[in-house]
């Protein structure tokens, strides 16, 4: 039985999840860091089908995709590694985690709050991207850890810190600097 996760755990993993996916974006006017072809969060593009399908919960349901799109990218960059399970990123930090992640999201999607008040964004979203800007909040969360660029992605040297809020920092810190395909920051555990 794995311990339990505090839901402010949760939130900040769930918040920089959201955060790298609405920054991969690469079909929105103009394109973000283009690591995955979407557009599912701007009001001009994909947010606009949402909020058209889901007047309620369109805010919840755009980040919740383009998650998901980023998942998946994530997820095809582990399989190309050794051992993809024993891999943990931003996007897996295994199954027990990445289902309690899913019921908080779907435990925001349903209730009342917006994302930019329920959940500790590092950048609005409702403002222009910029890639300087999204560098100075990755920045503020603290120093990009050590890594190897190894094939498939960016190993970080230290080991995974126990403190899953940390390791999420460590993850998003170790995005810097930015590549032209998703750099895929991971830890691997035994």
């Known amino acids: 039985m794995s311990q339990p996760v505090a839901t ?34 701007d009001p001009a593009g994909g947010g606009d089908l949402l909020a058209r399908l889901l007047p309620r919960t369109h805010a919840w349901a755009s980040l919740e995709a383009v998650r998901e799109a980023a998942r998946r990218a994530d997820e ?6 050794s051992e993809p399970d024993r891999v943990r990123t931003l996007f897996f930090f295994g199954f027990d985690l990445d289902e309690r992640l899913a019921e908080r999201l779907a435990e925001h999607k349903r209730g009342t709050v917006a994302p930019a008040a329920a959940l500790p964004l590092p950048v609005s979203m409702d403002s222009k991207f910029s890639a300087d800007g999204f560098t100075e909040a990755l920045h503020a969360m603290g120093k990009t850890p050590a890594f190897d660029l190894v094939p498939g992605g960016r190993q970080l040297k230290a080991t995974m810190p126990e403190a899953l809020d940390l390791a999420a920092r460590h993850f998003a810190t170790a995005l810097l600097p930015f590549s032209e395909q998703y750099p895929m920051p991971f830890y691997r555990v035994k």
């Open 76 to 81: 095809q960059g582990r399989r190309k590694l």
């Open 8 to 41: 402010s755990t949760l939130d900040t993993i769930l918040a920089l999840q959201i955060t790298v996916a609405w920054a991969g974006e690469a079909r929105c006017e103009p394109p973000r860091l283009g690591w995955w072809q979407t557009d599912l969060i």
